[in-house]
């Protein structure tokens, strides 16, 4: 087993018994249940609308070296200046870069997984920059020196007295712990940043290949702001970002909106063609595109698991995931948790270190059928599972097998193998629960049927 | 002797890579090995129409829809029956607020709604003080459409006084005109296309209420960070 294996069980344990935690999220998701719900009902037809995203995401993905191509030499022709990383490492030396030929001082920082994924933050501050998450969620959690809780919530799991403690801790300001407060709080101390910053960083939601856009979809204005006041913006996104034409948007946008967080349409969704153009009164002289590979096209080149780069987090299967609602965002150590994290982090960080994950489900299918893309999610589990047993065979798995296959296929075996097992049995109970006993795993927590007097066969042979 | 694959950049080795993985082909989701797609390589638009929430025809619906979304969302949307009578409400407006400076661009309604406020105005043609426009009370602009399926408001950088003017004042003031409000989402990216077609403005949004979060246990607060008000003067 994987350290990293042995450590999700361990915080598995410990979190599924923090009934507090529990109730947090409970709380936090059913809200959201109802929400969405009544969102997705206001659609002529949902399922209609999550084929077609489905489809247009297949295209976009099947035919990635053209929309990639079109989208950059479209971006290239406004001025964006367009990097290619083929790992995180190298994404964070394009941003390093760009701050010191800048002289940069600052970054403020919109929402991004992405930049999650590579590190960013860390290697921003080695080099001696202060960074600044203005995003509230991540905003709270950087303050917490924690990784977001929630690809889309990053903060769900604390409370108001929680959040109010910190800001009281780290900001010396926190009036009472009324959200509203709280939030005016964070408000005027990111309002400084914001026009001190020597660069804006973001991420994207989606590429628009037909134009040569990204698109930021965002619900407070941060990345609105970030995107319009430092000199320099830089955007850092995966290469499967990519949608075909700009009017896709018109289906793409309330969807995330729906699945991510019950709304018709976040409060602000903005495309991004260049850097301030001719005749433009603001935005940023520079604008760079960073395109980060970081083993997607390790994942694209399985084109059985290849619909996953059609994800656009929008965070819906975590929400449904009875999983991740009882161990918690945290407990995967991963940069995306839930069903999608499970299946994508084996390709990102190696199958052997992270086949655990794919063992962690009850194959509900609740992540599937929330899918706004129909990413087939639970099927994927299950096909990692296959290619972690078949890249490396577990023996003593295999070896009860091969026994149970052969006692099996022979009746005489298989009748002798019966009675001692029922004769096995009371002697188990004596163990029950205990390092002896073999079904520990099972027994823990768990009650055995009682046995029946006779077996089955016995019954019917005497029947006759 | 350079080593061949030094000399490739990270965009060709990137690229080659997807090709080469893309050269086993993958299922159509959904389609189960019937690979016939539902949504034609062209447009998408035609289909989304029939799936997308729903938005009457004649504009009485799409602005009562309008009307009501806007209403969900806590943006202030006022109907006026002419361009003075909207130069009124905005006037009251100011008053009721006392404003003591607004942030405003050059533009048909701003320049006409705007004139005789009698307050210093920051205005941003032509390049602006950053700090002085964060003080202002209220944001001034025109718009490019108003959207009914979703209560949106749709501005440009070229249309809406650049970047910041929408976002970093406390207040945003929409102007609008009637023949400005599209049926739906579909509709909004066919008027940029037609606007805007090869030279599109760098910045493109769409605004739908005001500025808000949800990142304390869940609850709605309004103005995280952009403007805590929103209001929609049309006439």
Known sequence: MSAFATDFLKQARVMTADLRHRKIIRTALTNYEIVRDKRKGAFQSWESARQAAAETKWEAVNHLDQYLVEFVSKLEARGTKVHWASTGAQASEIILQIVREKKARSVIKSKSMTSEEVHLNSALEKAGLEVVESDLGEFIMQLRDEPPYHIVFPSMHLTRGEIKELFQRELGDAPSDDPQELTMVARRALRKKYLTADIGFTGANFAIAETGMISITENEGNARLTAALPKTMVSLLGIEKVLPRLEDLALFLPMLATAGTGQALTCYNTMYGGPRQPGECDGPEEFHVILLDNHRTELLADAEQRDALHCIRCGACLNACPIFRNVGGHTYATTYSGPIGSVITPHLRGLQDWKHLSNASSLCGGCTEACPVKIDLHHHLLHNRRNAATEKPAFFERLIYKIFAFAANRPGIWSVAKKLGRLGLPLQNLVKGTALDPAKAWTQTRELPPMPKESFKDWWSKRK | ?235
Request: proline share 6%; net charge neutral; glycine share 6%.
């Open chain 2, 1 to 235: 002797m350079k080593n061949e694959a030094s000399v490739l950049t990270e965009r060709e080795k990137i690229l080659a890579r997807v090709r080469e993985a893309l050269q086993a082909p993958a299922q159509v989701p959904g389609a189960h090995g019937d690979a016939t797609l539902v949504v034609p390589r062209q447009s998408t638009t035609p289909a989304a129409r029939q799936w997308l929430p729903k938005v009457g025809d004649s504009f009485a619906e799409q602005l009562a829809l309008f009307q009501k979304n806007a209403a969900e969302l806590k943006a202030e949307f006022q109907l006026l029956a002419s361009r003075d009578e909207m130069k009124n409400a905005l006037a009251k407006i100011a008053a009721n607020e006392s404003w003591k400076k607004f942030a405003t661009h050059p533009g048909e309604l701003t320049d006409f709604a705007s004139a005789n406020l009698g307050l210093p105005i920051c205005r941003t043609d032509g390049g602006y003080d950053v700090q002085e426009m964060e003080a202002c009370d209220a944001g001034i602009t025109a718009c490019d459409a108003l959207v009914a399926q979703t209560g949106s408001v749709l501005v440009t950088s070229r249309s809406a006084g650049g970047r910041a003017l929408s976002v970093l004042p406390p207040h945003h003031v929409v102007l609008a005109r009637r023949e400005q409000l599209v049926a739906d989402l579909p509709a909004a990216f066919a008027l940029l296309q037609k606007k805007y077609a090869s030279d599109f403005p760098s910045m493109i949004s769409f605004i739908t209420g005001p500025s808000r979060t949800g990142d304390i246990e869940r609850i709605l607060v309004l103005g995280a960070h952009g403007p805590k008000k929103l209001t929609l003067l049309c006439f």
